[in-house]
């Protein structure tokens, strides 16, 4: 009964430390006026995420 909800408080514990990490610094300069950089800085981590994202989903398809 103890391990699901431990997994869940980890995961959610996870969640909340990525997003900070991910959207923490663009919007403190979106905050500050530097809103192209902020959208920049943005986009370019998603994609980045994304692409690795898609390279793993590859390569584990291609292993089977």
């Not at 430390?17 to 663009?26: A, E, N, Y």
């Amino acid at each position: 009964m103890l391990a699901p909800a431990a997994m869940l408080l980890l995961f959610v514990f996870s969640a909340g430390v990525t997003s900070s990490l991910v959207f923490g610094r663009p919007v403190l300069w979106y905050v500050e006026g530097k809103k192209q950089e902020a959208l920049s800085l943005l986009f370019y981590t998603l994609g980045f995420l994304f692409v690795i994202t898609v390279i793993l989903f590859l390569v584990i398809y291609l292993a089977k």
